[in-house]
């Protein structure tokens, strides 16, 4: 299959997954009446407004990552084909993902309790700022910094380029 076809695929189920989330019914959508002040509306917590929130979080999350790593391999790709660099994007997104799904169960966690702090800040935090911000794309930079002769502009590639170029700046030939 296409890799562009697949990358519709993904945009469409990203498209949607947000049509779900938003048209969605809440159960405290537009509040509840607050024990001490009739005049202010009091919402419940995140668990109890959106039941499914977590799910839907990580389901989009989860989509938008492919669809991320389906662009990159989109710029690799010759003749229609991943090649060698399939398997690295296939670390690259499970890796991600693994992160990811651990940002969303520690958010999930401290939603109704207390956060657990780490380096004095909130959980989730701490795996966004040293787990996911430094660890992917530094991957995925090295990667490209260590494999782009071999597999993105590969010496035949450039043979081929000289020779385009050859062609051209040579002058026509006069036919008169």
Same mark, same amino acid.
Do not use: C
């Given at each position: 299959m296409k890799l562009s076809w697949i990358l519709l695929g993904a945009l469409v189920t990203m498209c949607l997954i947000l049509g779900f989330i938003l048209v969605g019914e809440t159960h405290y959508g537009r509040g509840i009446?607050?024990?001490?002040?009739?005049?202010?509306? /009091?919402s419940g917590t995140i668990s109890q407004s959106y039941p499914s929130g977590l799910w839907s979080a990580w389901l989009l999350g989860s989509v938008e990552i492919l669809l991320f790593l389906l662009c990159?391999?989109?710029?690799? /790709?010759?003749?229609?084909? #991943?090649?060698r660099i399939k398997v690295p994007l296939l670390v690259a997104g499970l890796l991600?993902?693994?992160?990811?799904?651990?940002? $969303?169960?520690?958010?999930?966690?401290? !939603?109704? /309790?207390?956060p657990l702090l780490v380096f004095s800040f909130p959980a989730p935090s701490v795996v966004m700022m040293l787990g996911?911000? @430094? !660890?992917?794309?530094?991957? $995925?930079?090295?990667?490209?910094?260590?494999?782009?002769?071999?597999?993105?502009?590969? @010496?035949?590639?450039?043979?081929?380029? /000289?020779? #385009? $170029?050859?062609?051209?700046?040579t002058p026509p030939e006069d036919t008169s």
């Open positions: 009446e607050h024990a001490e002040n009739p005049a202010m509306q /009091q990159l391999g989109l710029g690799t /790709q010759k003749g229609g084909r #991943l090649g991600y993902l693994t992160i990811y799904s651990l940002l $969303l169960v520690l958010s999930g966690a401290a !939603v109704d /309790q207390a996911l911000w @430094p !660890v992917i794309p530094l991957y $995925l930079v090295l990667l490209y910094y260590l494999k782009f002769d071999s597999w993105i502009l590969t @010496p035949d590639d450039r043979r081929k380029f /000289q020779r #385009l $170029l050859e062609i051209q700046r």
